[in-house]
């Protein structure tokens, strides 16, 4: 299931330059306001469109990677091993985790067509560390997908560390998997799946 929602994922935050100012304000303001300008982008885009992957992975970098969490998504994904990794490991594992989500969502990128994005009330983070923004993905003929994003305070900034896709949350359907490579191979073991699969995408 997660695999195939990817594609709904990148709209919300495919951020456009100077909107990242906004990072210090309420965070489901900050998703709501920059989704009409970048489903805007997407639709214009037509080196994306047609399928240009390289273009996809340069953007992501540049605009949608600085506002995620890869450490506290890795650990969450990874989780009890984790504490048993050092700190080599521990940098393998993020910088590995972040290039196969980055690639994933470049993929996915250049599948986006028509659909559209609606927001449900999220409640307000006050001054908690962490919120939830609620959104869904709609698209002609088809059921609207609910669509997750938590996010918590990172300094001034509000950053995401899982995503959930139809109540399928991202960090915990790769926890499975990491696991399966855990118990094979121990830390290391994982982090070698990891390198061939970022071969392989």
């Known amino acids: 299931m997660i695999r195939k929602c ?11 330059p100077g909107i990242s100012q906004a990072a210090t304000g309420a965070p489901d303001a900050l998703v709501k306001n920059v989704t009409e300008d970048v489903l805007n982008i997407l ?7 047609s399928g240009n992957r390289q273009r996809a992975v340069a953007l992501i970098e540049t605009k949608v990677a600085p506002h995620f969490d890869f450490a506290r998504m890795t650990s ?7 504490r048993q ?11 590995e985790f972040r290039r196969l989500l980055v690639r994933t969502y470049a993929s996915a990128l250049t599948a986006y067509s028509d ?8 409640p307000k983070a006050g001054n908690g ?4 923004v ?3 993905i709609n698209k002609p003929g088809g059921q609207p997908i609910p669509l997750d994003y938590s996010l918590a305070r990172s ?16 960090v915990t359907n790769y926890r499975s998997s990491f696991a399966s490579e855990v118990r094979k191979g121990g830390v290391d073991g994982l982090i070698k799946a990891l390198q061939e699969k970022n071969r392989q995408t």
Do not use: H, M
Not at 6 to 16: D, G, K, S, T
Not at 43 to 49: F, S, V
Not at 76 to 82: E, K
Not at 129 to 132: F, G, K, N
């Open 115 to 122: 659909q559209t994005v609606s927001f449900k009330p999220s």
């Open 129 to 132: 560390d962490e919120v939830t």
């Open 155 to 170: 300094g001034d900034e509000w950053k995401v560390f899982d995503v959930s896709v139809a109540n399928v949350s991202l």
């Open 6 to 16: 990817l594609a709904w994922l990148l709209p919300v935050f495919l951020l456009l």
């Open 76 to 82: 969450l994904a990874v989780g009890l091993p984790w």
């Open 85 to 95: 990794a050092n700190e080599e490991q521990r940098k393998l594992l993020v910088g």
């Open 134 to 136: 609620r959104s869904q």
């Open 43 to 49: 639709r214009e885009d037509k080196g994306i469109q």
